[in-house]
């Protein structure tokens, strides 16, 4: 299982952090993702972050604002957010992909952050 938190309404040009917190399997060797979702539209690749290698990869619209990361001591990942635009506002999604996972891996139920003057 999979659980977001953090979310909540900010301002353009503030910052926020998600966090993914994993219960029922260990986060090591799983890659973790952030995806979002507004109404209407397809559910967008944000970031990534692999184990053991620890690649990484945003979407352009996101890279040099966002910074994805992990603790795999707490079995926890994270998403630093920064120089927040209205366009971010969206639900984001935590995911998992790796050993024993279906194919598409597992998912969080979402938290939703908006961002809005």
């Known amino acids: 299982q999979l659980v977001e938190s953090g979310g909540d309404l900010v301002q353009p040009g503030e910052s926020l952090t998600l966090s993914c917190t994993a219960s029922?399997?260990?986060?090591?060797?799983?890659?973790m993702n952030w995806f979002r979702q507004v109404p209407g539209k397809e559910r967008e690749f944000v970031a990534t972050?692999?184990?053991?290698?620890?690649?990484?990869n945003y979407r352009p619209s996101v890279k040099g604002r966002f910074v994805i990361s992990r603790d795999n001591t707490r079995n926890m990942a994270f998403l630093q957010m920064n120089s927040l635009r209205p366009t971010d506002t969206a639900v984001y999604y935590c995911?998992?992909?790796?050993?024993?996972?279906?194919?598409?891996?597992?998912w969080g139920q979402g938290t939703q952050v908006t961002v809005s003057s």
């Open positions: 029922g399997f260990t986060l090591s060797r799983y890659a």
């Open positions: 995911n998992a992909r790796g050993p024993g996972a279906p194919s598409d891996g597992y």
């Open positions: 972050i692999g184990d053991p290698d620890g690649y990484i």
